[in-house]
């Protein structure tokens, strides 16, 4: 950085301390930053890192009074904006600084338009009302990528998808051409080839406006795709900070050397062509009723899975990918008969179709799932001990309990916890350990498949690497059978063997992993790939907006 | 920002140091450390907790009201036995009285037996039961409390009596009823009823709407449909106009009046666990449990109950104090426990009734409102307590 500029913002010695009752928590620690106007800093950390409370203190959007600056300044053109009143503060939000958030289907009001969302802003910052403003809500919505907008002014936020509401959020921030953007990991909640999509636009616009970007993500693609700069923050530190060519190249901090080398590696097993037949299906339907009317007949299907086949080999890993909503985890759902299809599903080469949940229940100990949400996936009222031997009560009720706790111990050392922490409650753990829990209660049972529904997609990356390590320690040890669903594609080719591409309830592809990887043939694989790994974004078309 | 900070580097801690030789130990019965937070923030709230033990001693002081106030003493030795009245009715042939008819051991003239013959008696600190009439009333019933009566009032009970100044008389502290009792003693006895009348009603009332509630939320769909029709219709009934007509028709004793009301105060929680269970069907632990061939009844009692139990909790003392309400209310308006039994309700209407003596209605309110106010603190520590924000922030 220049040093003869002076910096749009710049903070200095900046902590954030929350109080819980009578103690409090630093989250955030002296951290210090500059950011020119045109730049983009990227906010790098694990989840609790303090990234999200350094760029809420910024906008002093954080729940005060419990939580607090001992001390810090944010100099914003200038003036501390610390120091700020309310008043004062609540005319540069929105106008000078804007920010957009993680979650679209949250942040937008339901119950408005979003022409009356976007024309809000305008109206407070710059009086504009009627004709003019429906005139830059239109502009907005051009230049965010929006098609057809004049058409999509009287829309609720449920009729857009992720992605548009992603760009309507955009749109509002931008309204009133801010100095500064904060962009608090806006792609993470949206599929890969949309995530490319708006990185692309929003390095588009500030090409076009100059404002500066103050990106916070856990994604280490994104910031060398983004960013200009770099911090990275660890327990509420930034450890490491430079341009971001240089802290790739050569990382000084051990931390930052563990973030870069985190990414899932190393093989998946090989195929076994000649194995047993696990599970197979054909020509496998979830269709769900569309129901309309006073008499609520059937007007049409979702076809949420149509017609897929599948045929998974003792000891493979088979990966299902693909873009949310298409269908991939009501399929392993159908699979472990969790809701009800059409078509038949074989399992150990004896027929599940047609049988109730009593006669299904034998079947149940030789078929586990692995649930994407460590924090919801685990009763909050039960001991992980109750929790792993729960399956145990219902297939070995004739175990004594010196047996239950053994078998317990046995899979909570399985999965590399401490077994002497099993009488502590869900909540006293942390996601990845939450993770390591819910696979324990899937092998307590020695369980011959397990279906892993995006077992690792809400954890941290370091984290995500070892939860692969020890998956695939397990299934070499225990001689399991996977179905790996995943929208995050690293994960996926450090694991499976083979691979399943879904669109819209179908198959687009399927083959050996290595093949589909090194040389896709359907165009909407290549461009799933390439969002994936390069972060490019696909010819108009192939993918939804 | 939350607790994963505290812990510190979790991933590495985790590792097992030689695991299976740890013997499988039995689970300590302790609280949980949900339980033990939720119970730190009760007792944060000191108003509440304060409240809370006020209650329990109120309540289970007034518990043993018979020993308090009774017009039968604990104990009484006669020609070298035991006697018991508290427990065992006796007849007054038994002290040498004449007739076969229970004891009334208030009688001066079986006293005068008793002591004669060398036996002695021991009372409760209050001499009269709840449906004691006191003969002596210095003034018309209502009588002024003891302790206000001026020597003009009490003179031809003290010649009677053969005593020398009002304060030598039995003591009625907070006067008396329109029928000669005494007010105290009939607090005490009523504290007791409505509390046991507010909590039957609360337990048995939650049991059913809890049941109702799971069984809609967890099944939904047409059962759901169907059951939440059926209580709408239930609820625009007007209870009051029912229970007139109903008690008009069966004498309307504890057990008829719990009955009538639990006929309406079951629906209040119905919405309250319908909505959680609803919720709480879509987690993911609840499919982790069907995933592991988990039945129906197991899922509905051993994971969805106990978190759609937080929100019951929270309203319980609410509801306790809402069903004490109208119970008093009942009897205020003449409709509520039999004659002669002891109710604040009935306090409260004498009180309108008799302005000129503003005991009655002063204690009334006061016990009602003492009550009620207490109940309501509690439920709002209770309701703190159980706040996510302060169990897990």
Known sequence: MDATVTPLLSVRDLSVAFRHGAHETLAVDRVSFDLTKGETLALV??????????????????????????????????????KLSEREMRRVRGDSISIVFQEPMTSLNPLHTIEKQISEILLLHRGLTGAAARKRVIELLTQVGIHEPKERLGSYPHQLSGGQRQRVMIAMALANEPDLLIADEPTTALDVTVQAQILKLLKEIQARMGMAILFITHDLGIVRKIADRVCIMQQGQIVEHGTVANV?????????????????????????????????????????PVKRGLLRRTVGHIKAVDGVSIEVRKGETLGIVGESGSGKTTLGLALLRLISSEGPVAFLGKSLQGLKFKEMRPHRRDMQIVFQDPYGSLSPRMSVCNVIEE??????????????????????????????TRFRYPHEFSGGQRQRIAVARAIVLEPTFIVLDEPTSALDMLIQAQIVDLLRDLQKRRELTFIFISHDLKVVSALACRLL???????????????????PQDPYTRALFAAAFNLEIAPEGVVAQ | MDARIATENPEITAV??????????????????????????????????????????????????????????????????????????????TFGGDFETAADYRDPYLQKLISEKGGFMVWPPI???????????????????????????????????GLKSCSDLEYNWLGTDDQ????????????????????????????IGIAAGAVQG????????????????????????????????????????????????WVSLVGLVRAEFLRGRNFEYIQAARALGVSNVVIMFRHLLPNAMVATITFLPFIVSSSVMQLTALDFLGFGLPPGSPSLGELLSQGKANIQAPWLGITGFFTVAIMLSLLIFVGEAVRDAFDPRKTFG
């Not at chain 2, 209870?239 to 719990?258: E, N």
């Open chain 1, 248 to 288: 790739f190249r050569a990382p000084e901090h051990p931390y930052t050397c563990a973030l870069l080398s985190a990414e899932p590696k190393g093989k998946a097993p090989p195929l076994n062509p000649n194995g047993p037949v696990i599970v197979r299906t054909d020509d496998l339907k979830v269709w769900f």
């Open chain 2, 16 to 93: 097992a140091p030689g695991g299976l030789a740890v013997p499988p130990e039995l689970r300590p019965l302790t609280m949980s450390p949900l339980n033990r937070r939720r119970w730190q923030n009760f007792k944060a709230n000191r108003r509440g907790y304060v409240s809370l033990w006020l209650f329990l001693i109120l309540f289970l002081v007034t518990l043993f009201a018979e020993f308090i106030a009774n017009d039968r003493p604990y104990f009484i030795s006669f020609e070298g036995k035991w006697y018991f009245p508290v427990f065992v009715t006796y007849p007054e042939t």
């Open chain 1, 45 to 82: 950390g694990e989840s609790g890192s303090g990234k999200s409370a350094t760029a809420l203190s910024i906008m002093k959007l954080l729940p005060y009074p419990s939580a607090r600056h001992p001390c810090g300044e944010v100099r914003f053109k200038g003036r501390d904006l610390i």
């Open chain 1, 391 to 420: 399956g145990l009560w219902v297939h070995q009720p004739n175990l004594s309990a010196a047996e239950r706790g053994r078998k317990v111990i046995r899979a909570l050392t399985d999965v590399g916890l401490n077994p002497d």
């Open chain 2, 218 to 265: 967890f099944f939904g769909g047409w059962v759901d449909l169907v059951f939440q029709r059926v209580i709408e219709i239930w609820t625009s009934v007007p209870p009051l106009y029912l229970l007139l007509i109903i008690s008009s028709m069966l004498v309307p004793g504890f057990f008829v009046l719990l009955g009538i009301l639990l006929l309406f105060s």
């Open chain 1, 501 to 519: 591409v879904m669109r819209h309830g179908k198959v687009v592809e399927e083959g050996p992993a290595s093949e589909v990887f090194a040389n």
């Open chain 2, 127 to 161: 001499r009269y039961s709840y449906n004691t009439h006191n003969l002596d009333l210095p003034t018309p019933a209502p009588s002024p409390p003891t302790w206000m009566l001026t020597h003009e009032q009490c003179q031809h009970v003290l010649e009677r009596k």
């Open chain 2, 180 to 207: 000669g009792r005494d007010v105290l003693t009939r607090i005490i006895y009523g504290f007791r009823i409505s509390v046991l009348f507010g909590l039957t009603l609360t337990i048995i009332s939650s049991i």
